[in-house]
């Protein structure tokens, strides 16, 4: 598999790693990847660097970043790591609303499918937003975990629902 192959599978499971908040049909659109520069081998034998500003954008979807660097075991992806001044992501959810988020890093480990935002994170949506210095999601579970010692505090904002027909 090439080199080019290779990311794109990672860049693509990032685009899919927004789980609920993501606009479903984004994952079939054609994914767009703009960088600087490129370096690494064809092989396992040290990571794929991106660099000189990232971009990449699939329909909605549009994540950048200063570098972003790409393991491969046996041919395939298995880490991403993100790397930004800050990372920023945004996408637009089933809804039609906008999700936003940020951190320095981002950390996309596709064999145990968790994300792990850190580093002054912000995930903003319409109804609400989580802030913190280290944000988990496991993609599988669903599960979201956030602050802890040495993580610093976690703040939420959750705004009421809208009233239904009067209730």
């Known amino acids: ?7 794109l599978l990672v860049a693509a499971a990032l685009a899919c790693s927004q789980g609920a908040w993501a606009r479903s049909s984004d994952r079939n659109k054609e994914m767009l990847i703009d960088a600087g520069a490129t370096s690494g081998t064809l092989d396992d034998r040290q990571p794929t660097v991106l660099s000189g500003g ?4 699939q329909g909605t979807l549009d994540v950048r970043s200063s ?3 790409v393991t491969t075991r046996n041919g395939d992806p298995v880490r991403a790591v993100l790397k930004g001044g800050p990372v920023r ?9 906008r999700m936003t988020a940020t951190g320095n890093n981002v950390d996309y480990d596709l064999v145990t499918e968790v994300v792990v935002f850190s580093g002054n994170v912000n ?3 319409p109804r609400g937003s989580l802030r913190g210095e280290r944000v988990v999601y496991n993609m599988k579970t669903g599960q979201v975990n956030s602050g802890g010692p040495g993580q610093g505090r976690v703040q939420m904002r959750i705004a009421p ?5 009067g209730n």
């Open 1 to 7: 598999m090439s080199h080019a192959a290779k990311f």
């Open 67 to 69: 570098t972003a660097t």
């Open 89 to 97: 992501l945004t996408q637009e959810m089933d809804d039609g609303t």
């Open 54 to 57: 990232v971009t990449i954008r």
């Open 123 to 125: 995930i903003e949506q």
């Open 161 to 165: 629902r809208a009233s239904r027909g």
